[in-house]
């Protein structure tokens, strides 16, 4: 080896290494948007389920307009663009505080499917949640699988 | 010199019979050829021991959702540290599944681990669990399976390497970690053995929900308390009432649901878990939840806060 190309192999080695711990101590402030927004549009879909799961599991009394107002938005939140929430390299092999596995980027299609899916659960649940409880119950049960089918392949396991 | 020589006779003799001793003490033993008589099937009621015991779950074909006819063609990977396995086509093809095989056969593999050659089965497949299953519900499972659709797709071998791929080992594993009887034992009530029923046997919960020895066998002292998750990262998790605190009816409605008390979803394995479980009369999910809250409660050490999406 040279001493030019040692001097030029020393330099990238450094520039590598510095990278590296700089992209593991300071997370790509797209990145991090990303993260928090679609953890944000989560906690939404959760907060309007537990709405309608109480309701459907009679921990709270049926109550129509709230039913309807709920299962409107889980309708309109599924229907949002959320192309900036995934930027590249925002998995959870990449980053940490994120449990979306590096298969979301690689399936993009079946991503896209299973989103679809949820948005027609979620239609066919908001044009029947106002019209009493069993109708709301049993639209319901599609709109949980629709969650599930997402996270049982694209959401990695937690430590519990 | 010749005392050596019969010294060292009486060695190998000695090896003989030890060998041959261990040979037989693990040799497959499927069940007797009379084990089904008199029993007939109805494949009706054996739907509902199929959703029990989860058998869709592994022998559907990968990325496949569940519908009410599954077509058990096999196929999905699970790694472990012993090597991946691979879920063999069960379907009622004659050729690829289990359509050439007798009920008998059949049984023997669910309920022994016995393949119809008579080769060990791998516990991957869990016969330790299904071996405390009622005779009549084999049979009624075995008429259900016959009635599910045929497809040809070929069951792919295990991808396990040395000395994993030793089958006469299994034997041995058989012999030390083998289900003796109910793990919970004492006197239960009759919703409570059923629960025990459905976890223990049919649904075959500790299979992932125990942790495993270096061989692989239960550690029944820590029955359900959780355990890694062998196909890499994060743990299953705790559902002991020492890791689980919800109510029994909040069980039940996880597992009709899929959405714990909080309105989280389910993920991973527990997804096809759940589309089998909401399939059961609701009794039988109050039994598993009346179980659940009898098992010895184990402490573990409280998981990090874990992260959203």
Redesign the interface.
Known sequence: MTSISRIVAAGLTVAVVTGAAFAASHLDPIVAAGITA??SH??LY?HN??VL?AM??GNIDYDADAAAAAAGNLAALSTLNQSTYWPLGSDSASV?????LPAIWENGD?VMAKAAALAEAAAALNAVAGSGLAEMQAA??PV??A???C???Y?????? | MLKRLRQLNRLILAGLVLAALGLWLTRPQPLAPDALDGLAGDPLAGAAVFAAAGCASCHMAPGVVRGDDPVLAGGRRFASPFGTFIAPNISSDPEAGIGGWSDIDLASAIMRGVSPTGEHLYPAFPYNAYLLAEMQDVANLIAYLRSLPADATPSQPHEVGFPFNIRLALGGWKLLFGTRGWTLDGALGPQERRGRYLVEALGHCAECHTPRNRLGGLERGLWLAGAPNPAGEGRIPNITPGGLDWSEAQIVAYLQTGFTPDFDSAGGEMVDVIANMRRLPEQDLAAIAAYLKLVPPVVTAAAEPSAGN
């Open positions: 679609r953890q989560m906690k959760q389920i537990a799961g459907a599991q940490e505080g994120t449990r979306a079946d319901l049960g949980g699988q969650c599930g089918a996270h049982q392949t959401r990695k396991r937690d430590d519990g």
